[in-house]
């Protein structure tokens, strides 16, 4: 149970639930079906590419947009109904939200004002939210007096200042600088946390989602195709989408045997279960094996397995492009001391760890990404 | 094995669609009922002047004595006014823009004061002190035209150079071996388009319009020659200005369909007419 | 270009505000033009002109950004450019073609009058006329609120979505969102736009000629007939005092448009 930093008493976290919703924009699905559980005080990140509904399904949640069929749920009950004025949610938008004739002041207190608190104590709560957000000497300076960073933290301290039942959170750190973004992102999540406001945060940057979420929901063409903590999410991705989309994947050329073993790069090895106890089902013959760059070993050595196509500077790692027999190229991470002698032409020896890997269907020309892993 | 996306384990059982509170409704109506006022208050002059002059004007215009020397004089003026206002701004709103970005902010103010001063004041002021050779031919009114038109072509132009990217443009063409007048003539006028197209519209627009200097200054453009049938024939001056109103929305129609096209073409988006009549000063972006 | 203003525009100028200190028989300086211009029927042709510009502005200003507002909450783009073009073609339309327009439908013998006189409402007996001032603001209406439109488009537009969701997100109501964030970050570019119309309706000179002739005092009419001759002897150079008078109040009007919509840009950046 979290306790509420500015009333002090205890606050029993609220669930939200999406229930198979769907909205569809004319001929195009935003979204299709989707549901998700969102535990008591818990952030659950929705990442995915433009386009793929995850904007339109937090606008649902806070009420700027209905659903054609569905249900939202608050605390178990169902909100399709209420105005998104009475929903007691916050949300942060991308940018310039803002209202621009207000001091920040003004602005963060907006919300009270619209409750019915008065002057002096909303002036009290208001100054404390933006000392949370460290803001407190620009309380009175203008949007347009504050940088972009500035803004931002502003309007989570305006979000925050009802203290709201759900923060919601619309790509917030989009606009801003790189360095900044980094700050923010910290400051928000120990924020969240130290309130314990259930949160749902959309961003189509995974470092952002990875760095900060409990769970991280990715999306593709109006629906989830994984749930689940950052780790896993890396680690034992359920689609080839999901593998690809989070973190730098490659895809090898193997076979798959009767016994259950892949055989890429040249070696054996046994293919890894994505969760406890499913069975794999995929047929004998021409796969791909997954697996990151890290994942792969790489050696100077005559006539090996593959050419060095070029190096990207990583800082500790270099990331060094390999062309294999076959067209197949991939990437594999070496400490960047290592990879000095590594120049482009030279030839090198790829192979895999004696680990277990994930496998999924050949790809070939036109097919879908969406297939599963196994 | 399935793709792990459902972690509902209920079955769905919301009956029907999500109920929304209809907020567009009330909205709607109301929108569409000043509309409609609207559109009654502009439309009803408009069908009754057409009723009371019947159409049989219509045709009667063209074969009134005078009409086309007018047309023509206001068509001769249009096009010289265009010209010098063009030739005059462009040069000088590239060169301020590109060399002098502080200049900018003087050179709105300089081109708002045409507005300060009424036409109606500008022409006593003019007859004052033009010499007579000038006071006797129909160019003054041109001269005096472009002075009228120059808040609006600035405003047009402005708003083209601003959506280019001047700088990076010219320094292109300049490292490609471009001279000043190249530049301008290739790679410049033909990205402002649709900005001089939206300039010469409004420019046609005022002179076709323009009353009063061209009365006083006893000139016969088009917009003077129609007041003529006043005393005669009451009918045949309403069908002229039925004519005159027809005739310049079908001009600048046409002007806004080739712009168009031609943007298109170019991918520089439709002509906003009229976009430019806003007279503004903003903060300076630096 | 500074050199084509300072002959087409400063010359003039200065022309009549020599003039209207000059005394027309000897060329010395006085002031009684000025003071002339500042009394008796001149008095009144700038009151009468001032209240003029002040109906045709303000109510022009409103129904304006109703219009304006209508088309900006609608969807379809359609609608919108139609408004944004008819719009321009009426705000150019005024002078003579448009009093005759008006007299046709409106004028003492116009064909509305004649129809709502058959129906038993005789307008005229009412107490309304074409040919007085308010006829003339009604009049003016036809040009000022198209322009009014034109110009307070870009403000309207220059209100982000993101303002009113998270005022509704905050709890806020319709009107409320319009009281504390909508109304005050219009209100600048509102002002500035009815002062610019209220320019535009002083300035104007040949519609109210075309439908009164004189017969309602005017200030830009007056300036007028003093090119056309009707001056009494002595007093010529009465109508350049006139026209700085005029000069003057736009000039005035002109500086706290610029300085409004300054305001305005700030916030609407």
């Given at each position: 149970m979290a306790?509420?930093?500015?009333?002090?008493?205890?606050?029993?976290?609220?669930?939200?639930?999406?229930?198979?919703?769907?909205?569809?924009?004319?001929?195009?699905?935003?979204?299709?079906?989707?549901?998700?559980?969102?535990?008591?005080?818990?952030?659950?990140?929705?990442?995915?590419?433009?386009?793929?509904?995850?904007?339109?399904?937090?606008?649902?949640v806070a009420g700027f947009e209905h659903a054609d069929s569905g249900q939202v749920l608050v605390d178990g009950k169902d909100v399709s109904g209420v105005p998104a004025a009475r929903r007691d949610m916050g949300m942060v938008f991308q940018s310039y939200s803002l209202f621009p004739n207000m001091s920040a002041l003004d602005n963060v207190g907006f919300g009270l004002r619209m409750r019915k608190m008065g002057g002096a104590g909303r002036k009290g709560r208001a100054l404390e939210l933006l000392e949370m957000v460290g803001l407190a000497d620009k309380a009175r300076q203008y949007p347009h007096q504050l940088s972009g960073g500035q803004q931002q933290r502003v309007a989570l301290a305006r979000a925050l200042a009802i203290e709201p039942r759900v923060l919601l959170l619309d790509e917030p750190l989009s606009a801003l600088d790189a360095q900044v973004r980094v700050q923010l992102r910290e400051q928000i999540r120990s924020l969240q946390q130290r309130l314990g406001t259930t949160t749902l945060f959309v961003t189509h940057d995974q470092e952002e989602a990875l760095s900060m979420a409990d769970r991280v929901g990715v999306m593709r063409a109006g629906n989830l195709e994984q749930v689940a903590g950052p780790a896993e999410l890396y680690a034992r991705p359920a689609t080839a989408f999901v593998a690809e989309f989070v973190g730098t994947m490659n895809r090898v050329p193997a076979e798959l045997a009767a016994d259950g073993t892949v055989t890429a790069l040249g070696t054996s090895v046994p293919v890894a279960a994505v969760k406890e106890g499913a069975a794999t089902d995929a047929a004998p013959g021409p796969v791909d094996v997954l697996v990151r760059p890290e994942g792969l070993s790489l050696a100077a050595a005559e006539g090996g397995n593959g050419i060095v196509a070029g190096r990207t500077f990583l800082g500790a790692v270099t990331r060094v492009s390999v062309l294999l027999s076959g067209d197949a190229e991939v990437r594999v991470d070496v400490p960047s001391t290592a990879a000095a002698a590594l120049a482009p032409g030279a030839s090198v020896q790829v192979s895999l760890p004696p680990a277990a890997v994930l496998i999924a269907p050949r790809r070939g020309a036109g097919e879908a990404a969406t297939v599963p892993v196994g | 094995m399935a793709p792990v996306s459902r972690a509902v384990t209920r079955p769905m059982t919301s009956p029907g669609a999500a109920k929304v509170p209809r907020r567009r409704?009330?909205?709607?109506?109301?929108?569409?009922?000043?509309?409609?006022?609207?559109?009654?208050?502009?439309?009803?002059?408009?069908?009754?002047?057409?009723?009371?002059?019947?159409?049989?004007?219509?045709?009667?215009?063209?074969?009134?004595?005078?009409?086309?020397?007018?047309?023509?004089?206001?068509?001769?003026?249009?096009?010289?006014?265009?010209?010098?206002?063009?030739?005059?701004?462009?040069?000088?709103?590239?060169?301020?823009?590109?060399?002098?970005?502080?200049?900018?902010?003087?050179?709105?103010?300089?081109?708002?004061?045409?507005?300060?001063?009424?036409?109606?004041?500008?022409?006593?002021?003019?007859?004052?002190?033009?010499?007579?050779?000038?006071?006797?031919?129909?160019?003054?009114?041109?001269?005096?035209?472009?002075?009228?038109?120059?808040?609006?072509?600035?405003?047009?132009?402005?708003?083209g150079l601003r959506a280019l990217d001047l700088k990076t443009l010219t320094e292109a063409a300049s490292s490609l071996g471009a001279g000043w007048v190249t530049t301008l003539w290739r790679v410049l006028l033909p990205n402002l388009g649709t900005a001089l197209m939206s300039a010469t519209i409004l420019i046609v627009a005022l002179v076709l319009g323009e009353f009063t200097m061209a009365s006083l200054d006893l000139w016969v453009t088009f917009p003077v020659w129609i007041v003529q049938f006043d005393q005669l024939d009451a009918q045949m001056s309403v069908g002229a200005s039925l004519f005159a109103l027809y005739a310049t929305w079908v001009i600048l129609l046409a002007i806004t369909l080739v712009g168009t096209r031609q943007a298109r073409r170019t991918g520089r988006g439709e002509v906003t007419l009229f976009t430019a009549t806003r007279i503004q000063t903003t903060v300076s972006e630096s | 270009m500074g050199a084509y203003i300072a002959l087409g525009l400063l010359i003039p100028l200065v022309a009549i505000v020599a003039g209207a200190f000059q005394d027309s028989a000897t060329g010395a300086f006085t002031g009684a033009n000025v003071s002339i211009a500042l009394h008796g029927t001149y008095l009144t042709g700038f009151e009468q002109s001032l209240l003029l510009s002040l109906i045709a502005s303000v109510i022009p200003g409103v129904l304006g950004l109703l219009i304006a507002y209508a088309i900006f909450t609608s969807r379809a783009s359609a609608l919108r450019q139609v408004v944004i073009t008819v719009s321009g073609v009426f705000a150019n339309f005024g002078g003579v073609p448009l009093a005759f327009l008006f007299v046709s439908s409106l004028g003492s013998s116009g064909l509305i009058t004649g129809w709502l006189s058959d129906?038993?409402?005789?307008?005229?007996?009412?107490?309304?006329?074409?040919?007085?001032?308010?006829?003339?603001?009604?009049?003016?209406?036809?040009f000022q609120i198209p322009l009014m439109v034109l110009v307070i488009l870009p403000a309207l537009e220059g209100l982000r979505p993101s303002w009113r969701?998270?005022?509704?997100?905050?709890?806020?109501?319709?009107?409320?969102?319009?009281?504390h964030v909508g109304g005050p970050v219009l209100l600048p570019s509102f002002l500035g736009c009815v002062l610019l119309l209220f320019g535009s309706a002083l300035s104007a000179y040949a519609t109210a000629?075309?439908?009164?002739?004189?017969?309602?005092?005017?200030?830009?009419?007056?300036?007028?007939?003093?090119?056309?001759?009707?001056?009494?002897?002595?007093?010529?150079?009465?109508?350049?005092?006139?026209g700085f008078g005029m000069v003057v109040i736009i000039a005035a009007v002109m500086g706290l448009y610029v300085l409004l919509q300054r305001r305005a840009a700030k916030w609407l950046r």
């Open positions: 306790t509420s930093v500015i009333t002090g008493t205890a606050k029993a976290g609220t669930s939200v639930s999406l229930r198979d919703v769907t909205r569809a924009f004319g001929q195009v699905r935003a979204l299709d079906g989707m549901s998700l559980e969102i535990a008591p005080g818990e952030l659950v990140a929705l990442l995915g590419p433009s386009g793929c509904g995850k904007t339109t399904a937090l606008r649902i | 409704a009330p909205v709607a109506v109301w929108r569409w009922v000043i509309l409609l006022l609207a559109g009654a208050y502009f439309i009803l002059p408009l069908a009754t002047a057409q009723r009371f002059a019947g159409l049989s004007s219509f045709s009667s215009v063209f074969t009134q004595p005078g009409f086309a020397a007018s047309l023509w004089l206001s068509a001769q003026l249009a096009i010289m006014t265009t010209l010098i206002t063009l030739v005059l701004m462009v040069p000088t709103t590239i060169y301020v823009h590109l060399r002098l970005p502080r200049l900018r902010r003087v050179l709105e103010g300089i081109t708002i004061l045409p507005i300060v001063i009424p036409p109606i004041v500008l022409i006593l002021g003019v007859l004052q002190v033009a010499p007579l050779w000038l006071k006797a031919s129909q160019w003054l009114l041109g001269l005096e035209y472009v002075i009228l038109a120059m808040p609006f072509a600035y405003r047009a132009i402005d708003a | 129906a038993g409402l005789r307008i005229y007996d009412h107490g309304f006329s074409l040919y007085t001032l308010s006829g003339v603001a009604l009049v003016y209406m036809y969701e998270a005022a509704e997100n905050l709890g806020a109501r319709g009107w409320q969102y319009w009281r000629e075309a439908l009164t002739s004189g017969t309602i005092p005017l200030t830009s009419i007056q300036i007028g007939s003093f090119l056309n001759g009707n001056v009494i002897a002595g007093q010529e150079n009465v109508g350049k005092a006139l």
